[in-house]
């Protein structure tokens, strides 16, 4: 230590000291932007639902409402629906709440496998399970009916269909919960990550035996994340369209959902005056489940966080840890692996029938179906044009927000983070209704194009973006940009230098979901996208309709491999910048 | 840093002067973090801020760096005023020409550890370093620091220790006026901990940096320190030599903060002289003792508390003749190595004594106590413990 180091050459001229930072910079100011267009794609569209509800041609009205309320079947649109979102929500919350369970907290958990693997149906098209679902169980040419029939037959049981009926209430049913297992699974999970085990030994110590003290002190202390996972899965329910569409359709069963893009796009002319009066009962009854959510939880306080990031005692189940794994397997296996191997089944045996020939399996019909159709071709090429566009947008425009949020703790700052998480509450149906309102006519004439797609996806999908911003941004934490300030570099370094690199891998993973989300999506696609404009989502909904079921499995099934694809590369390099100490998720899985 | 600096040695590395600070915490109570602060630090000096966890060391520190906007005062460094409420002056921590090392080190987890150390001299406005030149120091600090094998590595692959040592580099190698110090020995264990203290000791020394430390750890403030700033909610209790703040310690929550004590409280019952050799006599519920007043003023009647450390105290099998003395039993003996502490129950409660003989007075025996006029301290009964800490909502006006 003999060394000395020197001196820096004095800065030149004496410096006058800067006035107080209070004026927005530059970078500031350009985030507020952003921040104003992407809240008012979202905000307008939906003031535009409520207005055009009691004010048509320039006059006050409540005319909308008494034609909604003068539809025909009505309450028993409205009551299917009510049960149908209820009881799958319900069966969701049992499967993930056991599942998140079982992994946290007993040593049935197998790593990244049980940790990942309930979270897939999550980044799946909803659209390619419900036509995979379709596949399995359809009661005539279903094929696992087919091999169940072949089953029964060895015991002497001979049938001509089923035993299963895909378009049942119990299918639809549980085809929506599997698609709602993500939400619960995911918060039930943090949760119990977040729950100070000492909350748990401490009742154990106490005489209490396991049931009871998963029942007195885990499942209370955990209620906010297992309270808000179940609201998604409402949520979730209420505006799910491709499952119920699929599924619910030949089985008679009406959804709100449904009927208004069916009153949008399928009527001529469109009965748009009612579909804004159904997107009024939507937003009422998601509003009345966030606030009775909301009582139910403030009844109670509730421990959050314990020490520093202790896991808790895993729970020795003994001869049942197999049983408990076999469970998590099979439910991963039933719920997301049988319906996907369907679709490819059927889309490489070129039509549908529950007489697979094994050995002459090839990829003719995709490729006529998919890449000789132009409309087809066009459609995908439209969509993973938005899907890669839209997804960078969304998710740059949501890292400037995510990073102004963090970095001001003002007032406006906090109002900027609600309002651009708010679509979360609100049905995606109702925007997209809103949007297709505010722009599709007089005077900007967007209907049916790219934009007005591109606009809707982005509205729809902002908070998923924020979500994901907000994780990269967390990531990079305080003290890391405070040291590169001490440093000596001015805000613009320390972005480029510091938080660019360490949110790389995050936004990624968020451009990602984003991507997955948009190429898959139906529901915006199905309201906003045209004949002239075509996307996967509203192409499927066309071959559907015309009830092509061989083109429909293909059409899926090119969904699923793109999905897959971008899934694994993002996947593997998340993990690799990971040994870095950079970590990232794309939607929760790692 | 400025141009005359050298000229004049005086201009303190920091002044900091009426320096306010307040939250609100979640419950919308206010917590005055910084409150009412003055400090100076002068060149080459090592300054420790000591004090519990939670009464502010780590808002000062953060404040002085720009971190954290304070309510009101002035900061002034190297004889430049970097914060400013009266003047509306405010710069931002990347014009404030200062290293500071993290309480997690804060090292960019992308970087090697080389880039980490190159980072603050590529960053500095107003400078361009050639690229060999940045290598040349970059080297020179890791080598100070004894790590220079590692400048290939990441953060991620280094021990705790080493990521300490990194951190180190990357505050010295501009080579600053000021270097802060947030509770970075913290968390490395107690063997590293001592060989750090150590080598920053003497590297603080030979390289004639000023140094403004953070630590909850007495021990660690005594041996690194040219002066310990006591804090105490907010405030700046006692500001001084690690001697004066031991032998002198200006308040109660100072003496029983910094080392063991023993207290008595009660009243004065004579003051005799004044100045520093005058002497006060307690009466207290072991019976009267007499102290020094070291220049403080007492009257008769006023409530104080005599303080004594246990080291001072002596332990006798028959009466002494010294003139602070009383009868009492010995409760436990207990042998720590270096000497036995004694807990000895007196008329007023347990006092502690620390002798080197082991085996002075059986346990249960009965014995005497007696300690030395000069090494009995008496002072006022604490003020400060008694403030409230929240000011009422309604003051909070400039607080954003
Ligand atoms: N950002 C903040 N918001 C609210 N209160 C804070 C914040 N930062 C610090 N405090 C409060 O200020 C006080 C001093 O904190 P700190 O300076 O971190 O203490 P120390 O470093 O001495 O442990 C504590 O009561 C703490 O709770
Ligand atoms: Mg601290």
Not at chain 1, 48 to 71: C, H, K, Q, S, Y
Not at chain 1, 107 to 135: C, E, I, K, Q, S
Not at chain 1, 249 to 254: K, W
Request: hydrophobic share 50%.
């Amino acid at each position: 230590m003999t060394a000395t180091l020197e001196r820096p050459a004095p800065p030149t001229p004496a410096e006058q000291p800067r006035r107080r930072r209070r004026l927005p910079g530059p970078f500031d100011s350009v985030t507020l932007v952003i921040a104003a267009v992407l809240i008012g794609i979202v905000v307008l569209p939906l003031g535009r639902v409520l207005v055009r509800m009691f004010w048509v041609d320039g006059a006050l009205t409540i005319d909308p409402i008494r034609r909604t309320l003068e539809l025909p079947g009505l309450g028993g649109m409205l009551r299917d629906t009510l049960i149908l979102v209820v009881a799958s929500s319900v069966l969701a919350f049992v499967i993930g709440t056991t599942l998140a369970w079982l992994n946290e907290r007993t040593n049935a958990r197998m790593g990244l496998l049980t940790d990942a693997l309930p979270l897939l149906p999550f980044l799946l098209p909803p659209v390619a399970g419900a036509v995979g679902w379709t596949m399995l169980l359809s009661p005539r040419a279903g094929l696992a009916n087919s091999w169940l029939r072949d089953l029964l037959g060895l015991v002497g049981i001979d049938l001509r269909e089923g035993p299963f009926d895909i378009n049942s209430w119990y299918g639809l049913i549980l085809v929506m919960a599997f698609y709602a297992v993500p939400f619960v699974f995911m918060n039930a999970s943090a949760g119990l990550r977040n729950l100070d085990p000492a909350l748990e030994e401490a009742s154990r110590l106490a005489g209490a035996s396991t049931w009871r003290t998963l029942r007195k002190v885990t499942l209370p202390a955990t209620a906010p994340s297992l309270g808000a996972g179940f609201l998604l899965a409402i949520w979730f329910g209420i505006g799910m369209f491709s499952i119920p569409a699929i599924i619910g359709g030949p089985a008679g069963i009406d959804v709100v959902a449904v009927r208004i893009v069916e009153l949008l796009t399928f009527t001529f002319p469109p009965q748009t005056d009612v579909a804004i009066g159904l997107s009024g009962f939507v937003v009422v009854f998601v509003g009345l489940a966030y606030w009775l959510q909301m009582r139910i939880l403030r009844r109670g306080r509730y421990a959050t966080l314990g020490g520093k990031g202790a896991r808790a005692r895993t729970l020795d189940l003994g001869r049942a840890k197999w049983p408990a794994r076999v469970l998590v397997l099979g439910y991963v296996f039933v719920s997301t692996v049988l319906p996907v191997v369907a679709l490819v089944l059927v889309s490489l045996n070129g039509f549908w029938t529950p007489d697979i020939r094994w050995d002459n399996l090839s990829f003719t019909a995709v490729t006529t179906a998919v890449f000789d159709d132009r409309t087809t071709l066009t459609a995908l090429g439209n969509s993973l044009g938005l899907g890669l566009v839209g997804g960078l947008i969304g998710i740059l425009g949501a890292a400037m927000i995510s990073l102004y949020v963090a970095r001001r703790r003002t007032a406006l700052a906090r109002g900027i983070d609600i309002a651009v998480k708010m679509p979360a509450a609100v049905s995606n149906m109702v925007i997209a209704v809103g949007i297709l309102l505010l722009l599709a006519g007089a005077p900007l004439y967007l209907s049916g194009s790219l934009l007005i797609l591109l606009i809707g996806y982005l509205a729809l999908y902002l908070p998923q973006a924020s979500i994901a911003a907000d994780a990269a941004v967390s990531g990079v934490g305080k003290e890391l940009p405070e040291a590169s300030a001490v440093s000596g570099a001015r805000p613009a370094r320390t972005f480029g230098r510091v938080y660019l690199p360490l949110m790389v891998p995050g936004l990624v993973a968020g451009w990602a979901l984003l991507f997955i989300r948009i190429v898959g999506d139906l529901t915006a696609s199905a309201i906003l996208a045209g004949t002239a404009n075509p996307v996967v989502g509203f192409r499927i909904l066309e071959v559907f309709t015309s009830g092509s079921f061989a083109l429909l499995a293909s059409l899926s099934t090119v969904l699923v491999v793109i999905t897959a694809t971008v899934l694994v590369v993002v996947l593997a390099y998340t993990r690799r910048m990971s040994k870095l100490g950079v970590s990232a998720s794309v939607g929760g899985v790692k | 840093m400025q141009p005359d600096a050298a000229s004049a040695p005086s201009t303190p590395v920091v002044e900091v002067n009426n320096l306010l600070k307040r939250f609100r915490r979640e419950d919308g109570a206010l917590v005055h973090a910084i409150d009412d602060v003055t400090l100076t630090v002068d060149p080459g000096d090592f300054v420790v801020l000591l004090g519990p966890s939670g009464c502010g060391k780590t808002t000062l520190l953060r404040a002085i760096a720009g971190l954290e906007t304070p309510d009101s005062g002035q900061v002034r460094i190297s004889g430049r005023t970097v914060y400013s409420s009266a003047e509306r002056v405010e710069l931002p921590p990347e014009r404030r020409d200062i290293s500071m090392i993290f309480q997690s080190y804060a090292l960019w987890p992308h970087m090697t550890a080389f880039k980490n150390v190159a980072y603050p001299l590529q960053s500095r406005r107003g400078r361009k370093l050639g690229k060999d030149e940045i290598a040349r120091r970059v080297r020179q600090a890791l080598e100070l620091v004894g790590v220079g094998e590692l400048e290939r590595q990441y953060p991620g692959q280094m021990s705790g220790g080493q990521q300490q040592r990194i951190a180190l580099a990357r505050a010295l190698v501009n080579n600053d006026d000021l270097v802060l110090f947030d509770e970075p020995l913290s968390n490395v264990d107690a063997k590293v901990r001592e060989q750090l203290r150590f080598e920053l000791v003497s590297m603080q020394r030979e390289l004639g940096f000023s140094a403004l430390f953070v630590t909850h750890d007495q021990v660690e403030a005594m041996e690194l320190a040219h002066r310990i700033a006591v804090l105490d909610r907010g405030r700046v209790v006692q500001f001084g030599t690690p001697q004066e703040i031991y032998r002198r310690p200006a308040t109660r929550y100072v003496a029983t903060f910094i080392g063991a004590m023993n207290e008595a409280p009660g009243r004065v019952v004579a003051v005799d002289g004044s100045g520093h050799d005058g002497t006060v006599t307690v009466e207290t519920e072991h019976g009267r003792v007499t102290g020094r007043t070291h220049g403080a003023r007492h009257a008769v009647g006023d409530r104080v508390a005599a303080l004594w450390r246990p080291e001072h105290g002596a332990l006798h099998r028959s009466e002494p003749t010294a003139p602070n003395r009383w009868p009492g039993a010995v409760k436990a003996g207990l042998f720590v190595g270096s000497h036995t502490e004694y807990v000895v129950t007196l008329a007023g409660g347990d006092v502690r004594l620390w002798s080197p003989r082991p085996d002075l007075v059986a346990v249960d025996a009965s014995a005497w106590v007696s300690v030395d006029v000069d090494d009995v301290l008496v002072l006022p009964e604490d003020q400060s413990s008694e403030q409230p800490q929240d000011a009422p909502a309604g003051e909070l006006a400039t607080a954003s």
